[in-house]
């Protein structure tokens, strides 16, 4: 799929843990359009371990990137070229994730302190591929107070070749806070999200933090070429299936919830033909019928139940039962 700066209008957020293939899968039974990132993966990983479980994706999820963590330019340039390789539509770097076991491989948000290097290794990785390598990072770090430190990250990226920045609106504190503390402490800064777009109108900018319905994206927008949702599209995924008409003016047959519970019952099945378990997916429905009458009913089923081994499709059908006698 050629992929353009259209893709970034709308798109779902690396998660660790979250966005893994199975959770990518069900979000696309709900938006055609939205761009899908997976977790992040870090370069040693590929190099040194089983490439195929990290690298694997359903042909389904198209749009989908791969984000990548790593500071090493022939590393990253290598990897770059794998992801082409396997069919991905884009490579992000990961310039934001403020965690210690990040840090102490040198990638993540400590790396907005050295421009140069994230600059060489967009270089190294356009070199290397044809498809877009784009960057996802903070506002700033620690010592960073300026909006002109900020810029002062943009320009040898782009310059280097980098046309999709993707900025999470909060600085991440190195020491002091936990990933999660860093998520909510700093203070969102969506002004200066914004004012990049103004001062580099031929950069896509897109922004992430804090954003929570679909009508917050729609005042974003205004302002710049995307919006990125984390855990809110996770934790209410139905949100989702107002994407594509809202955001793409694209029309699609109205779905239901029980019309995805369908559309997932084949997927599940193979999954589990192939020696997987029940909760590798629906761990990531559990938002599903958030907000409506049984709802409660529908996850304490799958929680208490789908992690078992021999868990089979039933467990599913029995928890879409629970949720259905209250809406028929």
């Known amino acids: 799929m050629k992929i353009d700066s259209s893709h970034h209008r709308f798109s779902i957020a690396p998660m660790m843990d979250w966005s893994d293939h199975n959770c990518r899968y069900f979000w696309r039974l709900l938006t055609k359009k939205a761009l899908v990132y997976t977790e992040m993966v870090t370069t040693g990983a590929l190099i040194h371990g089983e490439r195929k479980r990290f690298l694997h994706f359903n042909r389904e999820e198209h749009p989908v990137a791969l984000q990548l963590g790593g500071s090493d330019p022939k590393d990253l340039a290598r990897c770059a070229r794998w992801a082409q390789e396997w069919g991905y539509d884009e490579v992000n770097i990961n310039c934001g994730c403020p965690s210690d076991r990040v840090q102490s491989g040198m990638f993540g948000a400590c790396l907005m302190g050295k421009p ?189 139940n789908a992690y078992k081994k021999s868990a089979g499709i039933d467990i599913l059908a029995q928890a879409y039962a629970l949720v259905s006698e209250h809406h028929d």
């Open 116 to 304: 140069d290097l994230v600059a060489d290794c967009v270089k190294a990785m356009r070199d290397s591929c044809n498809i877009p390598i784009t960057v996802k990072h903070r506002i700033g770090i620690d010592h960073m107070e300026s909006y002109e430190q900020l810029l002062a990250f943009i320009a040898p990226v782009a310059a280097a070749g980098c046309s999709v920045f993707i900025v999470h609106a909060r600085k991440a504190w190195l020491q002091g806070l936990s990933p999660k503390e860093n998520r909510e402490i700093p203070p969102l800064n969506y002004p200066w999200v914004y004012q990049l777009k103004k001062d580099f109108p031929q950069l896509t900018i897109v922004v992430n933090g804090g954003i929570q319905s679909i009508e917050d994206c729609q005042v974003h927008l205004n302002h710049v070429d995307g919006v990125m949702l984390g855990r809110e599209a996770y934790q209410n995924p139905w949100m989702l299936t107002q994407v594509d008409q809202k955001l793409f003016g694209i029309d699609r047959p109205e779905k239901s919830r029980d019309d995805v519970i369908a559309d997932l019952l084949p997927f599940t099945e193979r999954h589990l033909a192939r020696g997987g378990q029940l909760n590798h997916i629906t761990r990531h429905i559990l938002g599903l019928y958030q907000g409506v009458p049984g709802a409660r009913k529908f996850r304490r089923h799958l929680s208490e």
